[in-house]
């Protein structure tokens, strides 16, 4: 394992210090080591969350929706539609507004307990989206962080990656850098790709079985692979969960995240 050196800070963070869960935080899902785990290292993996009939339920209900869009990108977009490329990745966001299912796991009793243990009262969805790797093309999606996308204060909030069947590194798990969330949001670029925010970075190979939780900070670099096996569709949901009063700073612009459709109270203040 290899921690990569501080890379530069991205302009927007100024003076980040990390908050550490409080030690006299009441836990009710995940144990004290867990915690100083997620805090020194910025993720974990936690497993057998999900029984196998809701994760069967979330996948029914993201196939059509990302089917349908995937058609769109195709036929309408030219086969390639922001981060989107059809037959080798699709991103399809904001699907709890098309789905009861989706808006009910979001907020899911395990995932407000786990919500509640990392970050307290007052907790809203903040993005939520499929990512379907396909073998069209094998294609990795490159070293970013969450908050290099759209850069959100606080810049401290929580990615449940869902994996909707088994990965592993051959097809397409996440890689985590631990310890660089710690510094806050770093510099990005553009790729042909997606936002890079390191080049040669020695993560750690994080794989899951299908109910389980890849969790990690807003602020942890990672990657993933390609999806090396032909003909299959490595399937995860994207939950992010952000406090209540979170707001993105876009061209000198910050907006509050709570549209009631898709930002919706998930965790209450205390």
């Not at 867990?34 to 993201?62: H, K, M, S, W």
């Not at 606080?154 to 850098?177: F, H, R, S």
């Amino acid at each position: 394992m290899h921690i990569a050196t501080q890379p530069r800070p991205h302009p927007l963070n100024r003076d980040f210090q990390w908050q550490d869960v409080p030690a006299e935080r009441t836990l009710g899902a995940l144990t004290r080591e867990q915690v100083a785990a997620f805090d020194r290292d910025g993720f974990l993996r936690i497993e057998d969350v999900f029984t196998p009939e809701e994760i069967d339920a979330v996948v029914r209900a993201i196939d059509p929706i990302e089917a349908a869009y995937e058609t769109y990108v195709s036929e309408e977009q030219g086969g390639s539609f922001r981060l989107t490329s059809a037959g080798t990745i699709t991103f399809t966001a904001h699907i709890v507004k098309q789905s009861r299912i989706l808006r009910d796991f979001a907020a899911h009793p395990a995932i407000r307990a786990i919500l509640h243990d990392l970050i307290g009262g007052g907790v809203r969805l903040y993005w939520d989206q499929s990512v379907y790797k396909k073998t069209g093309r094998k294609q990795e999606f490159p070293w970013h962080q969450d908050n290099g996308y759209t850069f959100i204060q606080p810049q401290q909030y929580l990615t449940l990656w869902i994996p909707l069947a088994d990965v592993d590194e051959e097809n397409g798990c996440p890689w985590i850098v631990p310890a660089l969330h710690r510094g806050g949001t770093i510099e990005h670029w553009v790729t042909p790709i997606g936002l890079k925010c390191l080049e040669d970075a020695e993560g750690v190979a994080v794989p899951g079985k299908a109910g389980d939780i890849i969790l990690f900070s807003s602020l942890a670099p990672h990657r993933t692979g390609p999806n090396l096996r032909d003909g299959t569709v490595r399937k995860a949901y994207i939950l992010q969960y952000a406090p209540d009063g979170a707001y993105t700073i876009v061209n000198g612009e910050e907006i509050v995240q709570d549209d009631p459709e898709r930002q919706f109270m998930v965790v209450p203040a205390d």
